[in-house]
């Protein structure tokens, strides 16, 4: 049967509902959330759930909407901020009984790999784009990287500025940055770390925006040189920390695998 086509359910029937949400309520301040996103961001969720007054999801909030608040605030008032003045109101929602295709239909909309499944104690757990990587890598496929379909890759100067990576992020719609002719990145979390622990939630700058981002600390992506299977790179990926590769001059993230999900050459097993 086409992965496309199978539920959630079938292909994850163990592991599905094993990613609690991870959430922060609404009167919260922003620096609270980024407490938080830093160590779940790329490696666990991604994102928040903001929660009202009765515990219920009224929004998301992630890298992104940090990053655009900065660029619009790039002062130590905005870490005082509560959370519900720059969270994104939509939240989704999927079941077990999604098909992987009507989850990846979703996320195109809301351009956000992350949605929230009720679970049997009456909370919810997440499935993002990293959750799919376990679907990949279990899944039976011809198809070779070379397969993947050729994008632009977005990449950065070193003498590029924090203001002008976030501008690069926010118009590509993209987490991930490659420095030029390397394979070094920077990404949203890389950005919010910095922000939270050197510059102490810009207690120590006025000129955030100024800042040349190769300070930062940038990080390495995986150098792939063969050209191996779709699923052995989802499995390669799924060990990672924060998963990210290169193959020849394609950057591949977890949401390029999701998309190749959707090929009629990607097939459950049995």
Request: glycine share 6%; hydrophobic share 40%; charged share 20%.
């Amino acid at each position: 049967m086409k992965i496309a086509d199978c539920s959630l359910r079938n292909l994850l029937p163990l592991s599905l509902l094993a990613s609690p949400a991870v959430s922060i309520q609404k009167h919260n301040s922003v620096e609270e959330a980024i407490g938080l996103l830093v160590p779940y961001l790329e490696s666990f969720a991604d994102s928040l759930v903001v929660t009202g007054d009765k515990n219920e999801p009224v929004g998301i909030v992630g890298g992104r909407e940090v990053i655009e608040s900065v660029q619009t605030n790039p002062s130590r008032n905005l870490f005082e901020t509560k959370i519900q003045n720059i969270m994104s109101h939509y939240v989704s929602m999927t079941s077990g009984t999604s098909t992987v295709n009507q989850l990846m239909e979703e996320w195109k909309k809301t351009g956000r790999a992350y949605s929230l499944i009720p679970n049997a104690i009456g909370g919810y757990s997440v499935i993002s784009a990293r959750k799919m990587l376990e679907v990949g890598k279990s899944a039976m496929t011809d198809m070779t990287l070379s397969d993947l379909p050729k994008k632009k890759t977005v990449t950065f100067k070193t003498d590029s500025t924090v203001n002008e990576i976030i501008n690069l992020m926010l118009k590509h719609h993209t987490r991930r940055l490659l420095l030029e002719n390397t394979n070094q990145f920077v990404s949203d979390r890389i950005i919010l770390e910095k922000i939270a622990t050197d510059l102490n939630y810009l207690r120590n700058t006025n000129s955030v925006l100024d800042l040349p981002i190769i300070g930062f600390g940038l990080e390495y992506a995986k150098i792939i040189s063969k050209d191996i299977k779709v699923n052995e790179l989802a499995s390669i990926m799924y060990g990672m920390a924060h998963p990210y590769a290169v193959f020849r001059d394609n950057a591949i993230s977890p949401w390029d695998i999701c998309l190749a999900l959707l090929s009629d050459r990607f097939e459950e097993y049995g």
